[in-house]
């Protein structure tokens, strides 16, 4: 099975560049990075030492209903150039363990799919989840703090 990593999309990421506001109707905060854990959730890649980035809150579904959570993200703060989506993101080589959740094509939980695993089993992991005809869609969020990172989809 073939996957496609997909961060935030385009149009999100330049709304927010444009002065947008974040899912809780509130202006992104920005700040300097340290280089060391600001992952951008738009070139999946983290952001470099000195460089601007912004905190906002992201909530990665369509439409607002239970399980769509929202939570803490980093953007940098210029535009960035999208991930390509066909390897495994940089942001998701800095930590050793991810949770990986799938979701049905309703965008809820799909109970039993959820658990913490390595990181070097995130892509075998996203294929046994995605060859399930209940699961849409996975996605990888941190372990420690539960914040989103990626979507991995079928190609």
């Known amino acids: 099975m073939t996957l496609r990593y ?19 109707g509130n202006l992104p905060e920005r700040h300097i990075s340290d280089g060391d854990g600001v992952p951008c959730r738009h070139c999946l890649r983290n952001v470099e030492a000195g460089r601007a980035y912004l905190i906002l809150a992201y909530r990665p579904f369509s439409s607002v209903q239970p399980y769509a959570e929202t939570g803490p993200i980093f953007l940098h703060a210029e535009e960035c150039p ?30 039993g799919t959820g658990g913490v695993i390595s990181q070097e089993s995130i892509k075998s992991r996203a294929e046994a989840l995605l060859a399930r005809p209940d699961v849409a ?10 914040c989103y990172q990626c979507r991995i989809e079928r190609r």
């Open 137 to 146: 869609f996975v996605h990888v969020r941190s372990a420690k703090y539960n």
């Open 82 to 111: 999208a991930t390509n989506g066909e390897s495994l993101p940089a942001i998701l080589m800095s930590s050793n363990d991810y949770l990986l959740r799938g979701y049905g094509a309703d965008e809820r939980i799909v109970y």
């Open 6 to 24: 997909i961060a935030m999309p385009d149009e999100e990421a330049h709304r927010i560049w444009r002065g947008g506001r974040d899912a809780y």
